[in-house]
């Protein structure tokens, strides 16, 4: 008798409640979502939108980082001009940003 008294106290104060137990993990997994997760997800948005905004002329770098002007835009290949008769294909989403050639020039010089 005593015995059955003792686990139903025990077993009370020792459980807390269902929430309040994966509260932690909850606020941890927002925090991970505002820090981790939300800011990645923009910046692929971002990636993609100018890799789909790209148009024959553009200077772009590569990921590899290759530098060079757009020559041709096939579906899924772009054909890079990276010096007077050096021309190479890469694919669309190896283009890792877009330059401004006044700006590259500068630098080029220095």
């Known amino acids: 008798m005593f015995v059955a008294t003792a686990h139903a106290a025990q077993g009370a104060a020792g459980s807390p409640g269902g929430l309040t137990a994966f509260a932690p993990l909850i606020i941890l997994f927002i925090i991970f979502y505002f820090l981790l997760i939300r800011p990645q997800q923009k910046r692929a948005k971002e990636t993609q939108a100018m890799q789909d905004s790209i148009n024959v002329g553009d200077t772009v770098i590569t990921n590899g980082g290759i530098y060079g002007t757009v020559k041709r835009i096939d579906e ?8 007077d008769r050096v021309f190479i294909k890469i694919i669309r989403k190896a283009v890792s940003s ?6 590259m020039a500068g630098a080029e010089e220095e």
Do not use: F, M
């Not at 899924?76 to 010096?83: A, G, I, N, P, R």
């Open 98 to 103: 877009k330059v401004d050639p006044i700006t």
């Open 76 to 83: 899924h290949v772009v054909t890079l001009q990276c010096s």
